[in-house]
């Protein structure tokens, strides 16, 4: 996802079927259940592996201002 911080260090809690996600299914930006934005960019916050599934992914952010621009699946 391309996320742009309202500060730098902002946190966003990345929640995956509505707990954090774990640290296997986590994207290479995602430590410990959190993104830390440091820049606008884009973020790597998910990486499933095995057979497609629906899954909800919640984004939390605890302060306001940061934006998203786009999400990308692949």
Do not use: K, N, W
Not at 25 to 39: E, N, S
């Amino acid at each position: 996802v391309v996320l742009t911080p309202a500060a730098a260090g902002q946190v966003v809690d990345v929640l995956l079927d509505g707990s954090p996600i774990a640290a296997a299914q986590a994207g290479a930006d995602v430590q410990r259940g959190r993104l830390t934005l440091d820049a606008p960019r884009l973020y790597r916050v998910v990486d499933l592996h095995g057979p497609p599934a629906t899954h909800e992914l919640r984004l939390q952010v605890s302060t306001p201002g940061a934006q998203a621009y786009s999400f990308t699946f692949g």
